[in-house]
């Protein structure tokens, strides 16, 4: 709950707030916003604005951002939220050789690193826990500079090859996995799809780690993963062009698997459980599959891919997607894999499928059919090369263009993880836990409860669908009525709306994190000093604060409305001067400018 003084403060701003969000319905040319914030207030999506566009303007994007509006524009979609110093950089080097920095180097400390640190920090026994995986993967989106890319398309990917700590409690195992796809994100696809199935804790999460093959019995291979590795993985439900549109006959889309292929592929994924850990090479095979006591070494099974063992593979025919693996004399699970993943990386939908989640994930929400296409043929014409993926992403005229904001269907509404972490990267602020002696983390914590935080925890969705589906339409909205789609709108309820506002209007008086029992206060501490100067002047607060998060000022009536809401608030003492910065923070926070990215 909001301690009084929050309280206080977001009752000074609230009739503000609730004026700012009508305004921005009116706003019928954002067309991701309108979906959250019209959930928000109960009303109906405005129409308005131009047409979505099938076909993307070729204007010759610019090699380096013209201003700082420009350069937060990129920062928020290749990383976790602009900074000066990378504002700076950017604006030296230009947006291609940026990527290149970015993705040429390392993360400062890998994840497993981070949650064996904390989990040594914490004194815990069975080492790291889920709230583990929290503190490391907000310390790295929040200090990491050198690794930001990596991390904002780590990110991504892990909503598309979604696991959860709600499922795969060992915190080493799940940290594993994020360094996985952080050392992916600029690799090929076709390495991350295996890093991915053969990962433990996707082996747990969809339950293909210790699948047996059929017996006399009537056991049959569990299909979990088969259908999902080509559901949300690969190929997706329907065959595909190269826009990621489906093909349609006779007015109906064509499904790109079915049961039998799901069948003929969960028998492929048979047999791979724990690796066999060199030390226990006397063990019979069945202790280690089942990792028995006797065949457990945690150091290395937690964070090794799985192995495959061949007296539990399906040595059978297995038919899947067109492809038949003949039956193998001697069960060879390594075999059987590389020709499925192999299928799966060079299917025709491929490319379309993932390069289209991509882009949502970093861009927009519908990005033109010719968007869509450019990214498809280089990912095709790259071999799946990540790194070339994500240059072709963001440096594409639809997305460097400051015109194409201008469409109706450009844009995304932010997802509330991505807004509480542009704002801590945005305004100088302290963690104890970081700054305390041999720490290497925040002591961050769950933020999935919508009334009272975000309605989101990274590494924490619900299901295998993650927190929302690429496809999701607002029901009764004029994104519906378009045939557009806004993901993030998905969460966009009422109740996480109004539980957002109450969340940054407590942390930012409060305070945010674990308490610590001997600071007496939460963990991370914000520092408003820069701005005290400039308190007793409404517009100049507002412009600074805006300037600041967003790179320009608040745009139309959202501007005026905050001065006045500001030159209403006492100004006479220093709690006075806070608190009106505090209200000018939480204004930018809930703008349309700052929860729409454009």
């Not at 690799?187 to 199935?197: C, F, P, Q």
């Not at 065949?295 to 025919?317: F, K, L, R």
Request: proline fraction near 6%.
């Amino acid at each position: 709950m909001p301690n009084r003084s929050a309280m206080l403060l977001l009752a000074r701003v609230t009739p503000l707030l609730h004026r700012t969000t009508l305004a921005s319905l009116a706003w019928g040319k954002r067309a991701a916003m309108v979906a959250g914030m019209a959930v928000m207030l109960g009303l109906g999506a405005c129409g308005g604005g131009d047409s979505p566009s099938n076909t993307s303007p070729r204007e010759q994007a610019a090699a380096k951002p013209a201003s700082d509006s420009e350069a937060h524009r990129f920062l928020q979609q290749a990383s976790f939220g602009p900074t000066p110093t990378q504002v700076a950089r950017l604006r030296e080097v230009g947006y291609g050789p940026w990527i290149d920095e970015q993705f040429d180097a390392q993360p400062a400390l890998t994840h497993v690193q981070t949650v064996e640190a904390s989990a040594a920090a914490k004194a815990r026994s069975a080492g790291p826990s889920p709230d583990d995986i929290i503190y490391s993967w907000w310390t790295h989106v929040l200090r990491d500079e050198q690794a930001q890319l990596r991390h904002r398309v780590a990110f991504a990917l892990s909503e598309i090859f979604v696991i959860s700590i709600n499922n795969v409690g060992n915190g080493r195992t799940v940290a594993s996995y994020m360094d996985m796809l952080t050392q992916q994100s600029s690799g090929n696809y076709r390495d991350l799809l295996e890093g991915v199935a053969m990962h433990p804790a996707m082996g747990q999460y969809l339950s293909h780690m210790a699948n047996v093959k059929a017996d006399g019995s009537g056991r049959v291979p569990d299909e979990n993963f088969a259908r999902e590795v080509m559901q949300l993985f690969s190929i997706g439900l329907y065959d595909l062009d190269d826009s990621a549109q489906p093909k349609l006959i006779n007015g109906k889309p064509v499904e790109s698997y079915n049961a039998n292929d799901i069948k003929g592929l969960a028998r492929v994924f048979t047999g791979f459980s724990w690796m066999w850990p060199a030390s226990k090479s006397g063990q019979p095979w069945w202790k280690c599959f089942w990792r028995w006591n006797e065949c457990s070494d945690p150091n290395t099974q937690d964070i090794s891919p799985m192995q495959g063992y061949a007296e539990a593979h399906e040595a059978g025919v297995k038919q899947f997607l067109g492809v038949t693996v003949a039956t193998q004399s001697t069960a060879n699970p390594q075999a059987s894999l590389r020709v499925a993943l192999d299928t799966l990386a060079n299917h025709p939908n491929t490319a379309p499928f993932l390069s289209r989640q991509l882009i949502q994930r970093l861009v927009t929400s519908n990005p033109s059919n010719a968007y869509v296409a450019d990214v498809t043929r280089t990912f095709r014409q790259s071999n799946g090369n990540l790194r070339a993926v994500v240059k072709a992403i963001l440096l594409h005229d639809e997305a460097r263009r400051p015109a194409a904001a201008t469409l109706y269907s450009y844009g995304k509404l932010r997802e509330p993880v991505l807004r509480l972490a542009h704002l801590l990267r945005a305004l100088p602020h302290t963690s104890d836990r970081y700054l305390s002696s041999g720490s290497v983390f925040y002591a961050a914590i769950d933020t999935s409860d919508a009334a009272s935080s975000l309605g989101q925890t990274p590494m924490r969705s619900p299901s295998v669908f993650n927190f929302f589906r690429p496809g999701y339409r607002p029901p009764q909205s004029a994104i519906a009525a378009e045939g557009l789609v806004a993901p993030e709108a998905q969460i966009a309820t009422e109740t996480a709306a109004l539980g957002y506002a109450n969340f940054v209007s407590n942390i930012l008086e409060s305070g945010w994190g674990e308490w610590s029992s001997t600071m007496r206060r939460n963990d991370v501490q914000f520092d408003f000093s820069p701005w005290l100067g400039k308190a007793v002047t409404p517009s100049d607060l507002i412009d600074a604060i805006a300037t600041l998060m967003l790179g320009r000022p608040l745009s139309g009536t959202a501007r005026t409305t905050a001065i006045t809401a500001i030159d209403g608030m006492p100004k006479t003492t220093d709690a006075n001067k806070r608190q009106r910065v505090q209200a000018a923070v939480l204004l930018v926070a809930v703008s349309p400018d700052f929860m729409v990215q454009q």
